[in-house]
């Protein structure tokens, strides 16, 4: 498993905020070493992090103007990756180009596309439009996992880990958590895991945020689309039409939300960036800065699982492993990621020219 | 040489110590990651260090009453191995189930059978009375050998190093060692060097020990057994008796013994767990630790002769090597190692199918 | 590129003065590792670093007089690598040796010849008398270089980078160097780069220097002998000759000379020793340490550009890069070790049965 890549997709490849005007950055996606940069005027673009010339880091470069020169010497590339000046040096070769990978800022995301160029089609851009939101507050940050991206994926997918790891955390009862019913759909391009946990009892962070005084509808949402997740957590007063519609939270009384943005992007085969946000619609008294620091102590929990799941999967290969019965929407998803591996496994076949990037 | 494991051994896996009821260890012997636990009551388990469910290690669960809990999604396995409750799960599939190791605490050490379950006979443990003999005091340690378990098979069978490497610990005139005969006996399962030294001056440590006041008649006696070593070293009043019929010390004045045990475990094929315990009869005046302490510097510059050579094996592969006078005891051992070997290579052709570890 | 060695060369092994009598010294050179050792009476040795008998690295090892005494079981090595006695064993036999490394002392230079031992001819080291010439003050360094040895062949051959990496250092204005017209010519044994600076304003460290008031004639001069450079810069007061016959410096007023030394050394595919010295002829107030002190800024800075280029090289391999106008010397010094390699490798294929060297 996991030793594969979907090229032809929108990744996240960092935060807006990560990048200054004048500023380069230097990450690894897919095996391919990348430097992210902003023009002085504020224009993003990410490039190949290698100069046709002697293979110097370009991100080790300065930005000037709307140009990024290599420090080696002095090549300079503009935003497409075409080489527009080369010192001492009348002439510029065609040939004189790295590799351009299209890049596009929405949202306070940076989105950046594997795939071919000129496949590139920004309307296929993940919406997420809480970022934008004012009845949102929220916080990001970006954590390096040791560990292959589907194992992230399985993570998020099934939270029936809750209890087990984060136990000290979010945890709370087992019980709660295995009463309540999963269902996982197979939508067109995604698969949607819900769960209902009606006439709870609201844990103290609901309470704290919203007030709750008594029982409360809660509810679960989590939404594969490669390649990121989104996590909608939350609960209304019992009985006030927290579920109506599948509209989770939409028609209730009192509602406290929390939607989690869950960007995961291969950097190798055995290591991905994990880039999330948490917001809350409960703005007040800190509570976005609590959400936060809960949740970030809680997927520190889970960067060590996966760590130690990644050291076992390399040492045992494909040694056998069995599903159990709250694996229903991890196990979806992984049927959905692995047809569209084989799909684009198809393409290459009927399209063997056009695979050209380097080994 | 050097990269093959003795399969169905007995193997030592720890001191009884190093696990405390309700604890775990992770330890990894003949390149198979193991955990071993210690259940509530007290009892004594080893399991594949990996959850069947998702492969995570099982190390980092928790010990709950007489059973082990993945600490991902909660499974619960029992001493042999079998999954005995699943989460949000009415029936346990046969399949949930992780290789167990029989594991055997006797005499102070934990004892791991290496082969296949079935084929393990506790009566084969090789039999260690001094670590509960009154007459001696000892001490104990696990180090962590930066080198094939060959190599350290090599250095303790073969004690003429000794006035090289420790010449300023215990190593003393290299004349003295040279002089002396050296007898190596291939017995059944057994290979047994020997070295007698009438009428030395004896070292101070013996001195110190025994309260000497003239010569002395010292031994070393070295015994292989795979995949242990014992050496028996110590001097008696000279003239006294002390080589009568072969049993060093039993007969003569004023004995003073040095009973080292060597537990030689391979890790990997480049690393060894290497356990050992220095006991000796003279138990007053603070004799055990300081003989204790002693060893242990004399070991620690073992580790350091072990680490080079493993360093140049590895780069230099099997390019030719040459045997010199005082190999003899480590040559009859490596034959035997051989034979061995090639004996398990034999029962592996004749019964394929149970050949069913993980690669 | 760059994963082959050249054999048959004198390479620079170190500094005389990294090794004092009686001790010993363990470097790889060409993937092999070597033991320096130095006898007592000032005699200095290369041997291959490990022990014939059981792999110990001989670099742990005593000088006693004028042998090499393995630290584990005390074989004694002379210079030549011939075991000269094995302890309590009469007879030593003929297969006791250790590979021998011709090495010799020479203005101040340890050089080794890594091809056949029986091939290497003293007069072939290259001469370097500034290093004895009392008309020069000089310091010498040591750098690790974690690239392959070509790139810093390319970084020496081609000064065209010192207004990008060394703009903080000695760089200039970029303009000044893309004025310089390079000329680059192939020599029977090695390749010769120049170019001249006529009229220049003089830099600060040159004006601190000589005292230079007006325009000054500069030069520098890049030979590459394999394997090592020569480099020398300088000035003299314009219009007084500085260019006369090509002997930069000899016929002008008021020399400033810089003349570095640059012995590089393959220690593996992906790191190089350099050995380098900075000397100069002006060595009144300190300027011997100046020089020394900026140039050792300025090469700093090169290093890191090397490890960024070899990190590129090994993930892409012999994907295609592009030559400049400013390559002309690098690439003259390319096709010259190409030519070299391939004469080694028609060697090679004639005479096979004398390719044994260790894997």
């Known amino acids: 498993m996991g030793d594969a ?41 990410a490039l190949q992090d290698r ?19 290599c420090p080696y010497h ?38 950046i596309w594997m795939g071919e160029p000129e496949d590139a089609d920004e309307g296929l851009i993940p919406d997420y439009p809480i970022h934008e939101d004012p009845a949102f507050g929220w916080r990001s940050a970006h954590y390096p996992v040791k560990g292959n991206w589907q194992l992230l994926v399985d993570n998020l997918m099934d939270l029936s880990h809750l209890p087990y790891i984060h136990a000290k955390t979010i945890g709370g009862n087992p019980d709660l958590h295995f009463r309540a019913k999963t269902n996982s759909q197979k939508l067109d391009n995604a698969v949607r895991v819900t769960r209902e946990m009606p006439g709870s009892q609201p844990p103290p962070t609901y309470v704290d945020a919203a007030g709750f005084t008594g029982l409360v509808d809660r509810w679960q949402e989590i939404v594969f689309e490669p390649v990121i997740i989104r996590i909608h957590t939350g609960a209304c007063e019992e009985g006030t039409g927290a579920y109506t519609n599948g509209e989770y939270g939409v028609h209730g009384a009192n ?19 994990y880039f999330w946000s948490m917001a809350t619609n409960r703005t ?35 040694a056998p492993l069995i599903d159990i019965a709250s694996d229903v929407g991890g196990r979806h998803t992984r049927q959905f990621i692995t047809r569209l591996l084989k799909e684009q496994e198809m393409y290459r076949k009927v399209s063997p020219q056009r695979d050209t990037e380097p080994a």
């Open 255 to 273: 509602r406290f939300s929390m939607c989690g943005f869950h960007g995961i992007t291969p950097e190798t085969e055995t290591t991905t960036h």
């Open 284 to 318: 007040e008294d800190g509570m976005v800065e609590e959400v936060f620091a809960q949740t970030a102590r809680t997927f520190q929990e889970d960067q060590d699982v996966l760590e130690s799941q990644q050291v076992r999967m390399e040492q045992f290969g494909n």
């Open 51 to 69: 100069c046709i010339h002697r293979a110097m880091q370009l991100s080790a470069g300065d930005v000037d103007g709307e140009i990024l020169r």
């Open 5 to 45: 890549f979907l090229k032809a997709q929108w990744y996240v490849a960092g935060w807006g905020t990560d990048l200054a005007p004048g500023e380069t950055l230097a990450r690894t996606y897919l095996n391919e070493p990348v430097v992210l940069w902003r023009s002085e005027t504020g224009a993003v673009h």
């Open 74 to 111: 002095g090549l300079e590339f503009n935003g497409e990756g075409r080489c527009t000046r080369i010192p001492a040096q009348d002439r510029v070769p065609d040939t004189a180009r790295v590799r351009h990978y299209p890049l596009v800022e929405r949202q306070a995301l940076l989105w």
